[in-house]
């Protein structure tokens, strides 16, 4: 399966931040959206950054509370892995695994159109297993015994 597919059932498109927005705009806006990540973009809208949770955490290990008063820029994740639509689900899915990070905008024609996550991948192979399972069982259940 490949991630346009995917996407087909989603509701919303990405949601990103200006790169220079504070940390806390940043929190609230990943508190109200129920997201993880963020897309990064810089005043001409172009891609600059992802900034996650794990970001986030990472900032207050280092700033304490102080860190919601700095810039998302000094936070972000500045080197961005992207796929596109027609890539497959298991390929991107060992990529997230190897280089371990769990968010990856989706870009189609140098626009980001959709962000997947690890959870996404995830819940999509599962569905794909169980479909399999119930194929070969119904199978075995239809073949008379050797």
């Known amino acids: 399966m490949d991630i346009a597919s995917l996407l087909k059932k989603r509701k919303r498109g990405a949601i990103g931040i200006s790169n220079e927005a504070t940390v806390e705009e940043c929190v609230s806006l990943l ?12 005043a001409h809208g172009k891609i600059v950054g992802i900034l996650s949770e794990r970001d986030i955490v990472q900032g207050l290990a280092k700033w304490g509370g102080l860190v919601l008063n700095r810039c998302v820029a000094e936070l972000m994740t500045s080197k961005v892995i992207t ?21 990856l905008p989706v870009v189609e024609d140098g626009k980001v159109i959709n962000v997947i996550s690890m959870r996404d991948l ?16 119904d199978l075995a259940l239809t073949r008379p015994p050797i």
């Open 83 to 103: 796929c596109k639509p027609k890539e497959n689900l298991k390929d991107l899915m060992s990529v997230m695994i190897n280089r371990e990070f769990r968010h």
């Open 31 to 42: 508190a109200g959206e129920n997201l993880g990540a963020l897309i990064v973009y810089d």
């Open 122 to 137: 995830v819940r999509e192979r599962i569905a794909e297993m169980e479909l399999e399972n119930n194929v070969l069982r």
